[in-house]
């Protein structure tokens, strides 16, 4: 356990529902991120929050999908009107920013759109 | 375009057995390199760090060498356990203002009895 937690673990959803995801990270960890990882692959970014400032989105993440971070602790990802390829394990990781910055990895949510 | 490239993608070998991992990187400006451990529905575990001067961290059973010149580490893992079984992946830490990390696609190694 890294002292990372989401929720829900898993979820199973139809495809056009809007799913919400959260995140609580280790409680001094100012900077927050959110990865997608597909089959196989390894973790793409899509975003990640200094506090509660969101400082940068990959072009993954289309106007479909938004994070949320309102008091500089837990963060939430929403993705509306889900597809198919939404599919995937949506993970957070959280890290100080000092020393070498190392990001420590919840145990993920693992989405399923039929 | 940053890149971390992992071979074999796959690998399966005899409980005891030694093994060692590949990762080549094109990463700049380089901050540190990571190897993590994930397991199957579970999220990436740190095993090593190593900045641009270290050239070998070890973690138990498990040994990380980096050469910076030819941006190239590998992992090598001794006397594997069943329990070794997992994606290993390479990670690099680029030395951006949001210390951005770019994966590889990771190696998924069976440990077999």
């Known amino acids: 356990d890294t002292g990372v937690s989401q929720d829900p673990r898993h979820k199973i959803t139809k495809r056009g529902q809007n799913v919400t995801f959260r995140c609580d990270p280790i409680?001094?960890?100012?900077?927050l991120y959110w990865y997608r990882q597909t089959l196989g692959q390894g973790p793409e970014f899509l975003t990640y929050f200094q506090n509660e400032a969101q400082l940068e989105k990959s072009r993954l993440l289309s106007d479909r999908f938004s994070a949320e971070r309102p008091k500089g602790s837990f963060s939430t990802l929403e993705i509306q009107r889900t597809e198919q390829g939404d599919s995937a394990m949506y993970l957070c990781?959280?890290?100080?920013?000092?020393?070498?910055?190392?990001?420590?990895f919840g145990p993920g949510t693992r989405l399923t759109v039929l | 375009k940053n890149q971390v490239e992992q071979s074999p993608q796959s690998l399966i070998i005899l409980e005891g057995k030694n093994c060692t991992l590949q990762?080549?990187?094109?990463?700049?400006?380089?901050?540190?390199l990571r190897w993590y451990k994930q397991d199957t529905g579970r999220g990436p575990v740190s095993l090593t760090i190593m900045t641009f001067s270290e050239n070998t961290k070890s973690n138990g059973r498990y040994t990380a060498t980096l050469d910076a010149d030819t941006k190239q580490s590998s992992l090598h893992i001794t006397a594997s356990q069943l329990s070794d079984s997992a994606s290993y992946i390479c990670v690099v830490s680029a030395a951006s203002a949001g210390n951005m990390l770019t994966f590889g696609g990771g190696t998924r190694l069976m440990v077999k009895p």
């Open positions: 409680s001094e960890h100012n900077r």
């Open positions: 990762c080549n990187y094109t990463v700049s400006p380089f901050s540190n």
């Open positions: 990781a959280s890290s100080f920013l000092a020393g070498n910055n190392e990001q420590f």
